[in-house]
């Protein structure tokens, strides 16, 4: 990864380096932020500061499936708004809270552009489009039990 | 210079060079931009908005900060648009900032207050209630107040680029940003507070200084710091004959801003609880103190015996002590004591450098050379540590002007990091490594080598060799210990050299041989500790020490100066580039007096004043000027508290060089021979306490 940066920018890795680690390990560790500034040539604490800047960094893990839901202004229109309280109600769960059991954790997001087909939300890497509240309840008991298919992986 | 551009500021028509930012150009004009993000020498930041002008043509204000000059360009800075995006900015950085200036620690120089008062708005609209943290300890001298920040990333920035440490990052977003150090609560860094110094708010603050006066109460005082060869100019804060705070307020002196841990909060020996403050003379076996009349009249009455008798002595000098008093020294050994047995430690071979380079005038390179040169070569030391402000000033030129820095050291150093080349080597076999580089030095138009202790004797002249054949222009810094060890060598404190590296022609004995001669009568210490570790032999001889503690020599003494530190007398002292810089007194400490008073009185005791002359520091100066080769140095800098680089010879050196007495403490950031060990701050930090 380091080489597809020009000689000198390799501090530009940081971010990428993380995200990938991130999805590998389930959360930025502090040996992980050591080991990346290592690789990138920086310091610890300068991977520190775009760990706490960006929110699709975190220091703890999310569940296994991370759902994702909408409700900036079209998915708002066409219920993301519903679909974000239905979804608290059904698990329990708050913004950026995970189940007991790490298998589900809530977000509520700004557009993740995909207003073409809103309402949206997305598990992991993966896109849900025009969800309806049945939709959303098998997902999210397809979620806690383990056997959501993810496409994008 | 070519093409100047051309453009106006507040219709006044300039010009400059292009790529001038326009904050420096209308700076240069006198027309003023506010400014608290944009530091000269850092790199730009653009976070403050506090430098908004308009330009013409332009659709929205500019930050001045980072737009360059352009042909045609108009800007005003005076209209009622700038003076209210002032205004909003400034109301902006208030939102979450305490106003209660009389209580923070800044009050009085705060860059922030000072904007307010001039730009801001006289009343707050703000009345939701504040974001508050609690004011964090980060090191035993940085303190980080967060609502006070206004994250202008100074601090940031002189961390990671002046000083090449990088502890300061800025974490989370938007009105939870804030500051924070490499380890999670605390700092482990160079603890130079470089940081708390550029802080234009109240937000860092020192552990030294803090909430413990006021700054117009203070005195302020020009001097030189005294704990390493760099020489650094420091500013010392004085109120009620006690030093407060240091540091360079006015950036002057060949230091600009820069201070490391020693020079910004090791002053603090000065008032330990165990300075001398009465001479000491042994009573039955025991050191007791008497009166200054008693001890010079008991060491003068020795002095001359000895002398009548014809019996030996031995003269110690300092490295630390003044130009003025070791000349006074040297002449007072030569010429009343009769003695050649005069010696001060070694940490560098100058002489060997000076012999090797013999008519060539320019080829000692100064403290700014090091921030022009297009290579600097840095050989056997790890500058950093050992000479901080070389470091920042070779790191400064990598910086502006990307000069190539080549590295060759036994170990990894902070310089490896921006240089072309970090080239490790066996222990002595450095020569063998930089013949290496040469392929890549050859390309270079114009070097220069900075050379540790372990470039000596036949080494040094090789270098010089090295360095002709490269057929460029090449300057020399040979590294040295403490405050004035040029100084020393300078005023001829060694048997081999009178004052200017004139040979002395007469046999004398070394500090080693001083230690082992078993009839020396005399030993005469003058601001060191020979006896660190080592044992006199002549059982009998009457041992005379100055010194501001009872060191290891002061407790085998017979009698006991106490001296004044460097922050209590005036004199000359030349750093390791041969640079000559004037200390002030800052202060008096009680029961002290300079050791050219010392020396003075007691030829006076002997009945020997008139052949020495008068002991004051200006006189003894203008003797050197007039007597020393290179001292010749225009007064008017030195008075006005500058720099001026000696030319201390320009032929051959004929006496030996004597690599074989020369060997660096080695010095680091937490460590000061015998005055670091009376510094409370520099054992107080955690880098300081870690050192074995
Ligand atoms: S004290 Fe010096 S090294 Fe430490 S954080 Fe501040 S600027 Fe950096
Ligand atoms: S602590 Fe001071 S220097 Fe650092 S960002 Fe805040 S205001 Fe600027
Ligand atoms: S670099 Fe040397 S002279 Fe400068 S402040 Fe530090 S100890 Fe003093
Ligand atoms: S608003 Fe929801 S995806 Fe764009
Ligand atoms: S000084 Fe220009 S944005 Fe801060």
Sequence with gaps: ?153 | MANLVKFTIDGRELEAAPGTLVIDAAKRAGIEIPAFCYYEGLSLQGACRMCMVEVERMPKLQTACTLPVAEGMVVRTDTPQVAQARKGTLEFLLTNHPLDCPVCDKGGECELQDMVFRYGAGESRFTEIKHHVDEKQWSPVVYFDAPRCILCYRCVRVCDEGMGVGALGVVNRGVVAEIAPNHGDHLECDECGMCIDICPVGALTSGAYRYKTRPWEMEHVGTICTHCSNGCRTTLGVRNNQIIRGNNRDSSGINGEFLCIKGRYAFDFYDHPDRLQAPLMKVNGKLEPVSWSQALAAVARKFSDVKARGGNFGVIGSNRTTNEENFYLQKFARQVLGTNNLDHRRSGDIVSLLDALHGQQTALATTADLYQAKAVVVISADLALEHPLLSWQIRANWRHHAAHVYVVTTEPVREDKYSVNAARCAPGQELETLQALRPQLVDEPELIFVFGDTIKGEKVRKLVEFGASLGKPVKYVCLVDYANSRGAMDMGLTPELLPGYRASGMPGLTIAEMLAAEDLDVLWVVGANPLAGASLAARGAFVVVQDLFLTETAQAADVVFPACSAYEKNGTVTNVTGEVQRLKRAVQAMGTKPDLEIIGLLAREMGEAAQLGPWSADKVFAEIRATVPGYNVPLPVILTGGAAQTSPVNGRVEAPARPELIRSARNGLFSSGTLGRYSNVLHSVLEGRRQP
């Design chain 1, 1 to 153: 990864m380091l080489a597809s940066y020009p000689p000198g920018r390799q501090r530009s890795a940081v971010v990428p380096m993380l995200i990938f680690a991130q999805d590998e390990v389930g959360s930025i560790t502090p040996e992980l932020v050591q080991e990346v500034a290592k690789r990138c040539g920086v310091q610890p604490v300068q991977v520190e500061e775009c760990v706490t800047y960006y929110s699709m960094l975190r220091k703890k893990p999310l569940g296994k499936y991370h759902v994702q839901i909408c409700t900036n202004i079209s998915c708002l229109l066409n219920g993301g708004e519903e679909l974000w309280k239905r979804a608290c109600e059904q698990t329990g769960l708050g913004h950026k809270q995970v189940s007991a059991d790490g298998m589900v954790s809530l977000e509520e997001v700004e557009c993740i552009g995909a207003c073409s087909w809103a309402p949206a939300l997305q598990v992991n890497y993966d896109f849900e489009h025009l969800v309806t509240p049945e939709r959303l309840d098998e997902i999210l008991a397809a979620c806690r039990k383990g056997d959501y298919v993810e496409k994008a992986k």
